[in-house]
């Protein structure tokens, strides 16, 4: 079984920065996702759906949503399993449980399948 483990999240005001952080691991699997899968990261504000961030294919290849293109940035480091997701210039409707994903595809991370999931962490921006 393969678990995915967020971390970095909490408060920032208005303008700032963030990083996130996401370790995969779990016997054997986790490798090949470092080594073959898309992994990414999606955002749950309260009261709303769930929606996509910022994914990044196995070979590094980012793909940024436009509602935070121009701020967030995705990377991979495959050798320590994670994958880390920068947020700079902050804006309060980016408020949210911040979940990790990891998939058989990139497009399968962006659309939210039945993938690997982690429990979330929680980024408060304030003004």
């Known amino acids: 079984q393969v678990q995915l483990v967020e971390s970095g999240g909490g408060s920032v005001q208005v303008g700032g920065s963030l990083t996130l952080s996401c370790t995969a691991s779990?016997?054997?699997?986790?490798?090949?996702?470092?080594?073959?899968?898309?992994m990414g990261w999606h955002r749950q504000a309260p009261g709303r759906e769930r929606e996509f961030v910022a994914g990044?294919?196995?070979?590094?290849?980012?793909y940024i949503a436009d509602s935070v293109k121009g701020r967030f940035n995705i990377s991979r480091d495959n050798a320590n399993n994670t994958v880390i997701l920068q947020m700079d210039k902050v804006a309060v409707e980016y408020t949210g449980l911040y979940y990790c994903?990891?998939?058989?595809?990139?497009?399968?991370?962006?659309?939210?399948?039945?993938?690997?999931w982690g429990e979330g962490t929680m980024v408060t921006v304030s003004s």
């Open positions: 994903a990891a998939d058989r595809s990139l497009s399968a991370v962006l659309l939210g399948g039945k993938g690997y």
């Open positions: 779990g016997r054997g699997t986790s490798e090949e996702i470092f080594t073959t899968w898309g």
């Open positions: 990044i294919r196995w070979s590094g290849d980012p």
